[in-house]
């Protein structure tokens, strides 16, 4: 059984043909399905396919490119979602300077609100870090020494140095279709060093299909694609890679239930 671990199927990218999409994901046996809140306001949307869908879970958070948007946001509103038992992470929420270089001060103090709605709830941190690696492991492992949470560093395309920052403090490190490009290949190099017990599988949907699909809408079928290139490169089966990251998932995103 195969895990997309983060996905946007409530983006308007699918509006044509998203129940198609949950069913093409189902045929290749993609038993659980993370479809992660960028945008608190659109968690309730979301919370609604995801009952419809029992297999389907979200989160409770907000991008890092809407941090403007989002000055008042606290913990305290962050986790009025997570009552909902489809809610089962903060975020996605984190770090970009890529995009949106002009308003750090402003992603720091959004992404301290859901580290402390993390270490509120037990609930894992999904982090989005890009282009800011050094103030990224600052934050956390400052933030771990006042008080442990535990998280992942999702659709990780950072340096190796992260890598080891996030490993450290317990985070597991999540592959996306990056890994599968031809130019991926110092990225396949720091995930053939990170231990399976901490490995976890994405698509991030509808952004960076792995090849063959590369260039086309992704979607969460094809993290099977993705899931085998990481099966080579750790000398596994990808029914054991599969049943590796399935589990990292459901240790990590404990409050989903089996029902999948």
Known sequence: MFTDSHCHINSDDFNEDREQVVFRAREMKIDYILDVSDDI????????????????????????????????LNAEKILELTASAYVVGIGECGLDYFY????????????????????????????????????????????????????????FSSSKKLCKAG????????????ITFKSGESLRKIFANV????LLIETDSPFLAPVPHRGKRNEPAYVVNTAQVLADLKGLEISELADIT???????????????
Do not use: W
Request: hydrophobic share 35%; charged share 25%.
């Open 100 to 155: 949106n270089g002009d308003s750090i001060e402003e992603q720091k103090k959004v992404f301290m609100a859901h580290i402390e709605a993390a270490q509120q709830s037990g609930l894992p941190l999904v982090v989005h870090s890009r282009d800011a690696d050094d103030d990224m492991i600052e934050m956390l492992q400052r933030a771990y020494k006042q008080k442990p949470f535990k998280g992942e560093l999702h659709c």
């Open 167 to 178: 490993l450290e403090i317990g985070f597991y490190i999540s592959a996306s279709g990056i």
């Open 41 to 72: 306001a659109r968690t309730p949307q979301i919370i609604d396919f995801c009952s419809k869908h029992k297999h389907i879970y979200t989160t409770s958070g907000v991008h890092p490119e809407l941090a403007k948007s989002y000055q008042n």
């Open 195 to 198: 231990p399976n017990d901490r």
């Open 246 to 260: 399935t589990n990292n998932f459901l240790k990590l995103f404990n409050r989903v239930k089996a029902n999948g």
